[in-house]
């Protein structure tokens, strides 16, 4: 007979997740069927987990009220409260990003 290997409770946007220890906070939503948490900041296109690696900053959520972290590199723990990142900035209008025309 197998154990039942442990799992973690967590909530992302209130909804509770379960979570197996050593998976990250990118992995618990993946497998609880969220995709996105975060959108871009000029057309809203919605961001999740991509590079799994930590290069792309694509993953970033607010967790237990510390915004811009790393889904893909934050470890699962027990009672995390995790939320989607803060809506960007609106850009000034005018604003080019440096490349006029």
Do not use: H, K
């Amino acid at each position: 007979m197998t154990a039942e290997p442990p799992t973690l409770t967590l909530t992302f946007e209130g909804r509770p997740l379960t979570a197996r220890p050593g998976q990250s906070v990118a992995a618990a939503l993946t497998d609880a069927g969220v995709r996105a948490w975060r959108t871009t900041r000029g057309e809203g296109a919605p961001r999740g987990l991509f590079c799994g690696i930590g290069v792309c900053y694509d993953c970033l959520i607010t967790v237990d009220g510390r915004p811009a972290q790393r889904a893909c590199l934050v470890p699962a723990a027990e009672g995390m409260a995790l939320t989607s990142a803060p809506p960007p900035l609106p850009r000034p209008s005018g604003a080019d990003g440096g490349n006029a025309s």
